[in-house]
């Protein structure tokens, strides 16, 4: 930084998994206390506050009592007792067994990584990102005033809270193809942010009806009416 080599106006973040040197006959399956991690009870108020505005000017209608889901305290793991800090790596497309996650920040004017941490390999990328440009910012100094990242941090709690830093956070559209047939696609949908709508290639609007809770996001909900989309046979 003294050289001018790191400026922190841009910083780019991403993940990779390493291998455990733990062997699978050292596994073994418990059940768990569920861990809170900061990022979920930060989404946890986002959820709360984000429901409560959108119900107080009419845009969704109230959460009936009793719909909320809850998750079970506890939770099945796998456990290595080689090397208990690993933690089982599922996903399509990678390897499977106990793998450690490795999350680094570059620097975007000379390629300096200004910051490496290391979580447990199931751990999302999006859970300690918020942490990470927070400490950049607090103990480095960065006057972060832009972000890039892969698709999996584009959540909308990370967009809110880059967006009260001041920061503005770009990330690629989510890739894959939808799982079910459809003569629609995202892509054909215009959005109308006046009016806080899509438009559908027929004209018709869909519109705010609910927010859903993901695991690691809250989303809105657009819908049409059922009618409209039978007149116009799409």
């Known amino acids: 930084m003294e050289k001018g080599l790191?400026?922190?106006?841009?910083?780019?973040?991403?993940?990779?998994?390493?291998?455990?040197?733990?062997?699978?006959?050292?596994?073994t399956k418990v059940l768990a206390q569920?861990?809170?991690?900061?990022?979920?009870?930060?989404?946890?108020?986002?959820?709360?506050?984000?429901?409560a505005r959108l119900e107080s000017s009419g845009a969704i209608k109230p959460q009936r009592a009793g719909r909320?889901?809850?998750?079970?305290?506890?939770?099945?793991?796998?456990?290595?007792?080689?090397?208990?800090?690993?933690?089982?790596?599922?996903?399509?497309g990678k390897p499977e067994g106990m793998h450690y996650l490795d999350h680094q920040s570059v620097d975007a004017a000379h390629g300096i990584v200004v910051d490496v941490a290391v979580t447990p390999g199931n751990v999302n990328d999006s859970e300690p990102y918020l942490g990470r440009i927070e400490y950049m910012r607090k103990h480095l100094g960065l006057d972060i005033?832009?972000?890039?990242?892969?698709?999996?941090?584009?959540?909308?709690?990370?967009?809110?809270?880059?967006?009260?830093?001041?920061?503005?956070?770009?990330?690629?559209?989510?890739?894959?193809?939808?799982?079910?047939?459809?003569?629609?696609?995202?892509?054909?949908?215009?959005?109308?942010?006046?009016?806080?709508?899509?438009?559908?290639?027929?004209?018709?609007?869909?519109?705010?009806?609910?927010?859903?809770?993901?695991?690691?996001?809250v989303c809105r909900v657009y819908r049409a009416e059922k009618k409209n989309c039978r007149a116009s046979r799409c």
């Open 34 to 51: 569920r861990e809170t991690t900061d990022y979920m009870e930060r989404l946890d108020q986002y959820e709360v506050e984000e429901r």
């Open 68 to 92: 909320e889901k809850k998750e079970s305290e506890k939770v099945q793991k796998t456990v290595s007792t080689t090397d208990p800090d690993a933690e089982m790596l599922q996903r399509p």
């Open 145 to 217: 005033q832009a972000a890039g990242a892969d698709s999996a941090y584009g959540t909308s709690m990370i967009y809110r809270a880059m967006d009260d830093m001041g920061i503005w956070l770009y990330t690629p559209a989510a890739t894959g193809g939808a799982t079910y047939k459809v003569e629609f696609r995202r892509e054909n949908f215009q959005y109308d942010a006046e009016k806080d709508c899509f438009i559908c290639p027929a004209g018709k609007q869909l519109t705010l009806r609910n927010l859903e809770r993901e695991h690691y996001n």
């Open 6 to 27: 790191v400026d922190g106006k841009i910083i780019l973040t991403d993940s990779t998994h390493v291998k455990a040197n733990a062997s699978f006959k050292a596994n």
